[in-house]
């Protein structure tokens, strides 16, 4: 994914309808979330990183949450998408190699989009964007739960109703953490190598729950 957005030079920008401009709108913004945090994204700063004026941008969004909702939504629906890839699916006896397979796929679609997941998980969250991020984990609470109860039904875990909502945050949590670790600067895992071992530890948790 692209996230450089150049600013005018001086040259009027190219008149686009709000349609046409409002991804551009959204590149402009992520720019600045991953430079400077989602803080320092405004509809002023958009308009000077785009060399157009505010009403352009505002033609555009009609408030700023509204823009920030619809930049988050951009890029969480393929990273939702990614993470449900980490658990075994249609597997209903999974095994350590299940584990280590679908967290393998998931560090490396991080990988290819690390601005995205940098934009979600390591950014300050915003307060104007606070409930949306508490919506979107339960989102994927939900879809987790779903995914993952058959196997731990197969597996034969006692009290589940009590400890699937414990192990769907564990999961989630370790998810985040793998994640995070992959962003860290200087990190010396690769997406395999990590993969291989947070799924292998998970698999040996959950098994043993």
């Not at 030079?9 to 959204?26: D, F, I, N, S, Y």
């Not at 969480?76 to 998408?81: H, M, S, V």
């Not at 995914?147 to 400890?163: A, F, H």
Request: with cysteine.
């Amino acid at each position: 994914m692209s996230t450089a957005v150049t600013a005018s030079t001086g040259a009027r920008a190219a008149h686009l309808g709000p349609e046409r401009r409002r991804p551009q709108v959204l590149d402009a913004a992520m720019a600045i979330a991953l430079t400077d945090g989602i803080a320092a994204v405004s509809f002023g700063a958009i308009a000077q990183r785009l060399g157009v004026s505010r009403p352009v941008v505002y033609a555009c969004f009609p408030d700023r949450v509204g823009l920030l909702q619809a930049l988050l939504e951009r890029e969480e629906a393929a990273l939702i998408e990614d993470a449900l890839g980490a658990l075994p699916h249609g597997r209903r006896n999974a095994t350590e190699a299940d584990f280590v397979d679908g967290f393998q796929s998931l560090l490396a679609a991080v990988s290819a989009k690390l601005d995205a997941w940098r934009l979600v998980l390591v950014s300050d969250p915003d307060p104007a964007v606070a409930e949306h991020f508490r919506r979107a984990r339960r989102t994927m609470a939900t879809a987790v739960e779903h995914t993952i109860r058959p196997t731990l039904t197969e597996w034969g875990v006692d009290d589940l109703e009590q400890k699937l909502p414990v192990l769907v945050e564990f999961f989630l949590s370790t998810c985040e953490g793998a994640v995070r670790s992959l962003l860290n600067e200087g990190s010396a895992w690769t997406p395999a190598q990590l993969g291989e071992f947070i799924g292998l530890a998970v698999y040996r948790a959950m098994r043993q729950a």
